[in-house]
Each structure stands twice: as structure tokens, then as C-alpha cells.
């Protein structure tokens, strides 16, 4: 099955807190089921989204790491 994803964050060579700020900003554009992707370089970020997504509501569908890049793909509320 392939994820329609809505809209895209590049998070790359951004540091904490900034790849959930830039998300934060971005999933507010989009309607509520719609699905967002975010590519990121900050190993903190796994963490980072799997409290924000807990905290906000938002589902956490996807995550996953090629290299240096961790891909979460999130479901607005």
C-alpha cells in the first residue's frame, strides 16, 4: 500500500528543536487524516517525534532510517 502523502518537511541538517517546529508549522496546513512526511539528520529526532506525535495526537504511521536520514511519516488529527 502505498502512503498519499500530503505535504513534505525537509528537516536535513536541522538540529533539535527546529525539525518539530518546521513539522509543528507545516501539519497545521493540511486537513485532519492527511499525511505528512518529514526527512531529518538529527539522531534526536526519533525521539523527539515519537513524544511530539504522543503529546499532539498525531499518529506516528511510519518511521524509518536509510544512512544518515530518518523518515517519519505522520496523521494529522
Do not use: H
Not at 536541522?14 to 538529527?42: F, H, R, Y
Not at 499518529?59 to 517519519?72: M, P
Amino acid at each position: 500500500m502505498t502512503l498519499q502523502i500530503t505535504t513534505q518537511v525537509d528537516a536535513r541538517g536541522l538540529s533539535c528543536p527546529m525539525p518539530i517546529v518546521k513539522t509543528a508549522q507545516a501539519i497545521k496546513t493540511i486537513a485532519s487524516g492527511d499525511l505528512i512526511e518529514v526527512l531529518a539528520t538529527d539522531a534526536g529526532s526519533v525521539k523527539d517525534f515519537a513524544a511530539w506525535s504522543r503529546t499532539t495526537g498525531n499518529d506516528l504511521v511510519e518511521q524509518s532510517v536509510d544512512g544518515s536520514v530518518y523518515r517519519f511519516v505522520l496523521r494529522r488529527k
